[in-house]
Each structure stands twice: as structure tokens, then as C-alpha cells.
């Protein structure tokens, strides 16, 4: 069965730098994407940034290029989301998704979400 | 970047078939996936390659895609199927891509 775990998230003020992760397990992790995903209160769902399953190949929104940082660790399983110059508008549910395929065009797993809180 | 429209909302009875759609600029060139979120809840995916179910998905769950338009339909729709429903493809320049998102009401 496909797990995926996701964790660290917080509260961080404005400007400040949080690491998230996601543990992968039930599946071959390293022959698939992985995805982040995120989710505003309230708001509807907004992707983040993907990585290919070797790590070669990275994708991110418009709205974090340049602040945030995805990568994985196949060792691990497990994927990471280096997120620095925290702002208010990045206050969101955090979700990690395993993509049907690398490289997949949908999401058939997901994880449970990590909050993620930018506040003074 | 590319940009997928959603209904805010779509209201059905018990029983009843619902319809929700999702526009895009030529998307029947795409491939669509459609997702269900609850409350609190991470999404599930429902309908893949504009009309495929995942293992466990009811039949009652149906997709398909055509010019600018692809829709969802529920079919003896029940209460359980109340949610949120997301369409999303993958664009070669925006990537994934999610529509806005439909509030299903079951009333």
C-alpha cells in the first residue's frame, strides 16, 4: 500500500525558512515524480513544484521560483521542499503527491498535508 | 500559463445526475484528471485520462473531454459524494495545473 507521510511544517515569520518533508513507502520511489501541492484556507488546490524520479529534472510555480527548492533523496525515500523568504501568501496546507509516472501528468496518491503558518 | 474555469458550485438531488465541467483553452488535447476533497481531507483522484477510474471508484463516476470542455458526472449521485471536485491536466508550460475547484451539494 502507498504511504506517503508529510512533515515540517510550522509556524515561521515572514522572511524565515522552513524544510518539508515527505517519507515514501509501498511503491518503487524512485521511478516515479513527486509533487508538492498546496492548499490556502479556504482556497482551492495550487501546485508548488514537482521532481522527476531520478532528481534530474525539477518544475516549480511561477509564484515560488526562486524561493523554494524541491529535492529527493532515493536513498530515503523520501522528498524534501527547501522553502525560504517565507510570506504571508505561503500560509497553506502543504500536500506531497506521487505522480502516476515518471513522468505522470495526475496525482494517484497523496499525503496527509503539513500546515504550514507565515506570521509575525 | 494555461488556466482551467470551474463552476463555484453545483447543487443535485438525491439519486440525480450531476454534471460539473471544467474549460480550457483546446483541452481535449489534454488529458484530464479529476480529484474529490473533503473537509480536512487530502484530495483523492476519481477520474483519470479524461475517463478512466482508479481501483475502489465507483462506477457511478464518469468522465469525458471534448474541445474546450471536459465534464464529471455522477450518476445516482448520493450524499457521500458531496465534496469539493478539482479537474487538472499537465500543460508543457505551466505543468499541473488545477482548476478552481466545484462544491458539490447533495440537498
Known amino acids: 500500500e502507498v504511504q506517503l507521510v508529510d512533515s515540517g511544517g510550522g509556524l515561521v515569520q515572514p522572511g524565515g525558512s522552513l524544510r518539508l518533508s515527505c517519507a515514501a513507502s509501498?511503491?518503487?520511489?524512485?521511478?516515479?515524480?513527486m509533487s508538492w501541492v498546496r492548499q490556502a484556507p479556504g482556497k482551492g488546490l495550487e501546485w508548488v513544484s514537482g521532481?522527476?524520479?531520478?532528481?534530474?529534472?525539477?518544475y516549480y510555480a511561477d509564484s515560488v521560483k526562486g524561493r523554494v527548492t524541491v529535492s529527493r533523496d532515493n536513498s530515503k525515500d523520501t522528498l524534501y521542499l527547501q522553502m525560504n523568504d517565507l510570506r504571508d501568501e505561503d500560509t497553506a496546507a502543504y500536500y506531497c503527491?506521487?505522480?502516476?509516472?515518471?513522468?505522470?501528468?495526475?496525482?494517484?496518491?497523496w499525503g496527509q498535508g503539513t500546515q504550514v503558518i507565515v506570521s509575525s | 500559463s494555461y488556466g482551467l474555469t470551474q463552476p463555484p458550485s453545483v447543487s443535485v438531488s438525491p439519486g440525480q445526475t450531476a454534471s460539473i465541467t471544467c474549460s480550457g483553452d483546446?483541452?481535449?488535447?489534454?488529458?484530464i484528471s479529476w480529484y474529490h476533497q473533503k473537509p480536512g481531507q487530502s484530495p483523492v483522484l476519481v477520474i483519470y485520462e479524461d475517463n478512466r477510474r482508479p481501483s475502489g471508484i465507483p462506477e457511478r463516476f464518469s468522465g469525458s473531454n471534448s474541445g474546450n470542455t471536459a465534464t464529471l458526472t455522477i450518476s445516482g449521485t448520493q450524499a457521500t459524494d458531496e465534496s469539493t471536485y478539482y479537474c487538472q491536466v499537465w500543460d508543457s508550460r505551466t505543468a499541473w495545473v488545477f482548476g478552481g475547484g466545484t462544491k458539490l451539494t447533495v440537498l
Open positions: 509501498g511503491f518503487p520511489f524512485s521511478s516515479y515524480a
Open positions: 521532481i522527476s524520479g531520478s532528481g534530474g529534472r525539477t
Open positions: 503527491g506521487k505522480l502516476s509516472a515518471d513522468f505522470g501528468d495526475h496525482f494517484d496518491s
Open positions: 483546446k483541452l481535449e488535447d489534454k488529458y
